[in-house]
């Protein structure tokens, strides 16, 4: 059965630090999500990314977050300068098509821990 | 914003009947979907409910919608071990371009 893949399982970064996060959605999927979860807490949406743009993103998503759809395969997070506030599980998602019959699928998770 | 909410735990024995319940708040909802999450894996869709629907039955699984107020539960028939997990209780809106809305997950807890 088709799955969403991430790498890494688990990053450890220093404070200010950029990383990225990699995602390879579902291959015939036209949509790709990022959520967080903080320990403890809520899974919260992150951004949502169709045809090659953001098609919608929540307060959280600030100048430190991009995304990119680098090769066609690929869908990855980039956290330009790490806060300890960023450790988080992060999950991407992606789903076919829009519509009824038609839903998020979610990759495993990052384990993101900001020293 | 939109809210959802879910209680944080539940236990039950092994072959009781478990209800796990969910109260949302956006009017507009669409779909209502329950994923389960087990340790160190991602969160898998269990089985989701169109708006218009009050009830759907997969297998196990029984999902209610009370739409007037605003209540979604999950029942698991016949609970096994295997089935001790975080269950998340979700919402999309199609106005809000079907991001998800996830409540805080019930751990769920089967005692042989």
């Known amino acids: 059965e088709p799955e969403v ?4 399982s688990h990053q450890v970064t220093q404070m200010g630090q950029e990383v990225i996060l990699r995602c390879v959605p ?10 967080r979860q903080i320990l403890g807490q809520k899974v919260e949406f992150l951004v949502s990314f169709y045809n090659n743009e953001i098609s919608e993103k929540s307060e959280i998503f ?4 991009s995304v990119e759809r680098p090769d066609g395969s690929n869908f990855t997070l980039k956290i330009r300068s790490t806060k300890l506030e960023d450790s988080a599980m992060y999950f991407c998602a992606s789903k076919e098509r829009t519509g009824e019959g038609s839903w998020q699928f979610f990759g495993p998770g990052t384990r993101l821990t900001v020293l | 914003g939109e809210d959802v909410e879910q209680s944080l735990f539940l236990s039950v024995r092994e072959g009781d ?19 389960k999450q087990e340790p160190g894996a991602g969160l898998q869709l269990l089985t989701y409910i169109f708006s218009n629907m009050d009830m759907k039955q997969d297998q196990r699984l029984t999902v209610l919608l009370n739409k007037k107020d605003k209540h979604l539960s999950l029942r698991i028939a016949d609970t ?19 991001m998800l809305t996830f409540g805080g997950g019930t751990r769920l807890m089967v005692k042989p």
């Open chain 1, 62 to 65: 600030d100048d430190q977050f």
């Open chain 1, 5 to 8: 893949t991430q790498t890494p």
């Open chain 2, 17 to 35: 009947s478990s209800v796990i319940n969910c109260t949302y708040t956006d009017s507009s909802s669409t779909y209502l979907y329950w994923y």
């Open chain 2, 80 to 98: 096994q071990t295997g089935d001790s997990a975080i269950y998340f209780c979700a919402e999309s809106d199609r106005n809000a371009g079907n």
């Open chain 1, 26 to 35: 579902i291959s015939n999927h036209l949509y790709f999500y990022w959520y």
